[in-house]
């Protein structure tokens, strides 16, 4: 079997960015990459992630200095040809401010940053993200945001349902979506959306924090295991 190749984009302000080289290259021994914000194009890479973080110190609006980025351009263009790409925390963030998926992220309904492990909702296990999970399995994976608040108009929700394109709901540990277990405010608890295409997600809580056993915790394992079992 052979193992796709990972781009990892570096904005000023990531965070995450080694984490996930880490989960990428030192856990599945993929060949990755950083991809700097100044780059105008990338090759030999099939799998992009956006990662967490605060990228231009998330002036103004999360995300939205960041989509002016030159790198940019080339992860629409690569989406566009249906290359995989990822967005996690600020990354999803960065990807709704470019259109690459539909809504906005809004601050926390409690006005406050929100950092602990939540329990998630498996809505779909029909995308390349999730092919390794249970329909409607309930994994823990930690969040850490500020911004984490998702909103869609009505219609943009109706599409989401109607195309399969929620992924992942905040749910509790029984995998009822209650308000309780809603770190965010977010509507219906989403947590985790792909476009209709479904090569392109887009998540708040983050896996590659939930993949390394000596963390003692791996329910993220499995989402970039799902990445690599389709090559």
């Not at 105008?40 to 990662?51: G, N, Q, R």
């Not at 967490?52 to 939205?64: A, I, K, N, V």
């Not at 989406?79 to 601050?107: H, R, S, Y």
């Amino acid at each position: 079997m052979s193992k796709p190749n990972f781009g990892v984009v570096v904005f000023p302000g990531s965070n995450c960015d080694h984490d996930t080289f880490y989960v990428t290259d030192n856990i599945f021994h993929c060949n990755t990459k950083f991809l700097w914000h100044k780059e105008t194009e990338f090759k030999d890479v099939d799998i992009v992630i956006l990662p967490g973080g605060f990228s231009y110190g998330d002036y103004l609006r999360s995300g939205t200095i960041a989509r002016f980025s030159p790198i940019m351009n080339a992860v629409k263009s690569f989406a566009d040809k249906g290359g995989l790409v990822i967005g996690i925390c600020n990354g999803f963030q960065i990807l709704v401010e470019t259109g690459l998926l539909p809504g906005t992220l809004m601050k926390n309904n409690s006005l406050k940053f929100v950092c602990k492990f939540v329990n998630l909702k498996v809505v779909s296990n029909n995308s390349n993200f999730t092919n390794q999970y249970k329909k409607e399995e309930t994994i823990e994976i930690p969040v850490a945001h500020g911004d984490g608040n998702y909103f869609a108009f009505q219609d943009t929700i109706k599409e989401l349902h109607d195309n399969d394109q929620i992924i992942f709901q905040y749910c509790d540990s029984s995998g009822d979506i209650t308000p309780e277990s809603n770190p965010n405010g977010s509507i219906q608890n989403i947590a985790g959306i792909c476009n209709k295409q479904r090569n392109v997600l887009g998540m708040m809580p983050h896996p590659e924090r939930a993949s390394d056993k000596e963390l003692g915790y791996t329910d993220g394992y499995r989402f970039f295991d799902s990445l690599i079992k389709i090559f």
